[in-house]
């Protein structure tokens, strides 16, 4: 497999733009294409269990779920499988300013930036408002994968915070490390329960996850070599090219 991924979430694409890019990418022969569809900036496709993913989270520019499955059949009609991202439990303001019981903001922010957020990784509510997202969403990406991000989460933005403190202590979990592992197998068990193969960042498999987490090396080939030790299936995109 070969593609690229184009960041809807920071800046949202019209329908007619992803598929000219589409074409491009049949007449090149690429056939992946993996859509960044949530982030700080935007919830960038309609849900209908959550709407204030939309109506708060996306500034109105979001896709219609009959829009991804009419960009979804076109890409198919072409060649090009559509992989969906959604990034969690970091790069998840707007999913926290749509539902803020979700999340947590750093105690600390760094100016001019804002503080950080994240999804509370001690929070049942956020296991199942993601398993009910994901039971939603993955449907309407008919592939394989479902792809959840797990990059980058600050080192502020859990580490103060003394709910999270105390459920690491009752978890066993000693560093943030090992709450994003324990957050990352939650989420990689329902994508499973979901009939797709999860992929995330290289970050996501710092701990253990299940064989069949497929891990994607943006950073350097270290990454690349660590995952593939573990036995995961990785994409290396340290580059500027998807691939594995």
Do not use: C
């Amino acid at each position: 497999m070969r593609g690229l991924m184009l960041d809807t979430a920071r800046h949202f694409l019209e329908i007619r733009t992803l598929e000219r890019q589409i074409d491009a990418m049949e007449r090149v022969k690429l056939n992946v294409l993996h859509l960044h569809l949530s982030d700080d900036q935007g919830f960038r496709v309609e849900s209908k269990r959550f709407p204030r993913l939309n109506s708060v989270g996306s500034h109105g520019q979001f896709y219609t779920q009959d829009e991804i499955r009419r960009l979804v059949a076109y890409a198919a009609d072409r060649g090009v499988l559509i992989v969906p991202e959604f990034d969690v439990p970091g790069h998840s303001r707007a999913m926290v300013e749509a539902y803020p019981q979700l999340g947590v903001v750093a105690a600390r922010s760094r100016p001019p930036f804002p503080a950080d957020v994240a999804l509370n990784p001690a929070s049942a509510e956020v296991y199942d408002f993601l398993g009910k997202l994901i039971d939603e969403l993955a449907p309407l990406f008919p592939g394989p994968y479902f792809h959840i991000g797990g990059d980058e989460v600050s080192d502020s933005v859990w580490a103060d915070n003394a709910d999270i403190a105390a459920w690491m202590q009752r978890e066993g979990l000693h560093s943030k490390q090992d709450a994003e592992g324990y957050f990352s197998r939650r989420v990689v068990e329902r994508v499973l329960r979901a009939g797709k193969t999860p992929i995330g960042w290289e970050e996501y498999a710092a701990t253990a996850l299940p064989r069949e987490a497929i891990v994607q090396a943006w950073q350097s080939s270290n990454a690349t070599a660590g995952a593939t030790a573990r036995g995961h299936r990785t994409i290396v995109s340290a580059g500027s090219i998807w691939t594995f």
